[in-house]
């Protein structure tokens, strides 16, 4: 990877980088209590002391997008560690034994495939109810497939190089080959993954939070705000706006660090 | 025609595995559905009649067999919230949703066509540049967000549709296409950019072969290469794209429904796991999910067409 002259790569750092320090700080600190209503500042505009305005309840927007992305973080990250971790393992061993296990992994990853996108997610929801423990568990579970995938498709490749022949002929054990050789060889892939991953963790999490089946209260999320925020969109158009140009912002640097990566 | 038979077989297959699945997901809900359903009013003695009339004293496996039955015959079941058969449930809602996908499809494909040709055929130069950036811009945004400002400005502030304002086909059917095709194209957007994204690429990879040259040594002027000689091939991956997007397009519009208050499928399933309403919701699902295994079937079958040199291969 050449980092310089490599835009994609510059701009996502820097955008994911700034969103980073914005979702870790919305976990420990808001500037007022996102959820202390005021009917004095009902509506209010943005100001210093106010810089997104205030909602239909006089909840400082500011606080609330910096929890909510607090919030949407934990899920996201929660997300990739249990689907991306374990999606990672399973492709790793099944791209490089082979056999039956991973004749099983490919026809249960066909199977998956059949239910679109948000819809498996959707379905383990419905079982397990709602809340933010529930959506990673749900995304979790539904994106192991998927980096099995891409994993594997990777290993297959790699595993027949002259450098896994030559460490194998070295006297290598096969974690080692795993672990030590193939891995760091395929992490371009992974980390692209990985940042797309993000994203699509991050904007499933906001739909499903938009539906009202996601986060729950007292818990923030910017899925949520939006919904509530849309029927004010002219009288407090910052309520709606700068959540969503958040998650915008948000999954604009990562998807411009995953191209950035994927070269 | 042995590739015919497999793939039929294959299908047949995946079907009956995404029902068994469907269904047996819903048998390790926490919790006895006989006892939901009665709520607070549930006895020992009116929890077991009820589970016999359900059924739910059977083995699993003979359940899934009689469901399968039901269902294939057209028999969902009945919701726990209505006391209503979910089989009309869902026919009255299917046309909403089906006019919301087939809209956004075709608008994905009118759109990234074109823009795909010229951003492969100016590669690096300004055209290419300028919706490399909007691509990009357009792939972050959430398809409800998109949906909340198409909304804004279409609805509020140029007046183009009353928001909220749904009308059934059978009031007025340009009433009813005017008002979906508003979620139509907030669910097409994400997908144009990122058809545009592949096939720009497709036609760059394209435009280095040797018939290309070829095309041109005998006298064809660019468009006629472009169009004749470069579309054509450059689409075979794209189309592998449009075909994984027809599934995500259905995904999509459980969301945006919700956004501009359709009363399609999405808003049923959306209400229906608020209600913890299971046959519903399984019925939706399984729909959903045998509606994306056949359409992919399809699509297997066009490629032989598109490219007869997959066919003889034997598997796809």
Redo the contacts between chains.
């Keep these: 990877m050449k980092v310089r002259k490599n835009y994609n790569l510059i701009l996502g750092i820097s955008l994911a980088g700034v969103m980073m320090v914005f979702m870790l700080a919305g976990l420990f600190y808001t500037p007022y209590d996102p959820e202390a209503m005021d009917q004095a500042l009902k509506f209010a505009p943005a100001s210093f002391a106010h810089p997104f305005g205030c909602d239909q309840f006089g909840r400082d927007v500011f606080s609330r997008v910096l929890q909510g992305s607090g919030t949407t973080f934990f899920v996201a990250a929660g997300t990739l560690i249990l689907g991306g971790g374990l999606g990672a393992l399973l492709g790793l061993f099944t791209g490089y034994f082979g056999g039956w296990p991973d004749e099983l992994l490919m026809r249960f990853n066909?199977?998956v495939?059949?239910?679109?996108?948000?819809?498996l997610a959707?379905?383990?929801?419905?079982?397990l109810g709602p809340g933010k423990y529930n959506v990673i568990l749900a995304l979790g579970i539904v994106f192991i497939p998927s980096f099995a995938r891409i994993v594997r498709s990777q290993v297959i490749v790699h595993k027949d190089m002259d450098y896994v022949k030559s460490a194998r002929l070295m006297g290598c054990g096969r974690m080692r080959i795993l672990f030590v050789h193939i891995l760091p060889n395929i992490k371009g892939t992974l980390f692209s993954a990985l940042a797309i991953g993000f994203?699509n963790a991050v904007?499933s999490e906001?739909?499903m939070s938009?539906?009202?089946?996601g986060v729950q209260p007292p818990d923030a999320s910017m899925?949520r705000m939006?919904?509530e925020a849309?029927a004010y969109?002219?009288t407090a158009p910052g309520s709606?706006l700068f959540p969503?140009l958040v998650?915008?912002?948000?999954?604009?640097g990562f998807?411009?660090l995953s191209?950035g990566c994927n070269i | 025609m042995k590739y015919l038979t497999k793939k039929f077989c294959t299908l047949i297959i995946?079907l009956l595995?995404?029902s068994l699945?469907?269904f047996l997901?819903?048998q390790?809900?926490p919790g006895d559905a006989a006892v939901s359903r009665l709520g607070t009013g549930a006895t020992q003695e009116k929890a077991a009649k009820l589970r016999r009339e359900m059924g739910l004293d059977r083995p699993v496996m003979e359940r899934y067999g009689s469901w399968l039955k039901d269902f294939v015959q057209g028999d969902m079941g009945e919701s726990y919230t209505y006391s209503l058969p979910v089989a009309g449930m869902i026919k009255e809602k299917l046309p909403v949703t089906l006019a919301i996908a087939g809209m956004s499809f075709f608008f994905m494909l009118a759109v990234s066509i074109p823009l795909g040709l010229l951003a492969g055929r100016y590669g690096g130069r300004l055209p290419d540049r300028i919706l490399t950036v909007c691509n990009?811009?357009v792939?972050?945004?959430?398809?409800?967000?998109m949906g909340?400002?198409l909304?804004?400005v279409f609805g509020?502030v140029l007046h183009w549709f009353t928001p909220g304002g749904y009308v059934s086909y059978q009031e007025s059917p340009s009433g009813f296409f005017g008002y979906l095709v508003f979620p139509a194209i907030a669910i097409a957007l994400p997908k144009c950019a990122m058809g545009v994204k592949l096939l720009r690429s497709s036609v760059i990879g394209e435009l280095q072969q040797d018939y290309v040259r070829t095309a041109y040594s005998r006298g064809n002027s660019p468009r006629q290469v472009l169009y004749g000689h470069v579309l054509k091939n450059s689409l075979l991956p794209v189309i592998t794209f449009w075909a994984l997007a027809i599934?995500?397009i259905?995904?999509?519009s459980?969301?945006l429904e919700?956004?501009f208050t359709a009363p399609g499928i999405g808003t049923l399933?959306?209400q229906?796991?608020?209600n913890?309403d299971?046959p519903v919701?399984q019925a939706v699902?399984v729909l959903?999910?045998?509606l994306?295994?056949v359409i992919?079937f399809l699509v297997d079958l066009l490629y032989g067409v598109i490219d007869p040199r997959i066919n003889m291969k034997g598997e796809g």
């Design positions: 066909d199977l495939a059949a239910f679109p996108g948000i819809l959707l379905v383990f929801i419905s079982i994203n904007l906001a739909g938009y539906l009202g089946i899925g939006l919904s849309q969109i002219f709606v969503g998650i915008i912002l948000m999954v604009l998807g411009l191209d | 995946t595995a995404v699945l469907s997901a819903f390790i809900i990009q811009i792939m972050a945004v959430p398809g409800f967000f909340i400002l909304t804004c509020l599934a995500d259905m995904a999509s459980m969301i919700q956004v399933l959306v229906s796991i608020s913890r299971y919701v699902i959903i999910a045998g994306v295994v992919n």
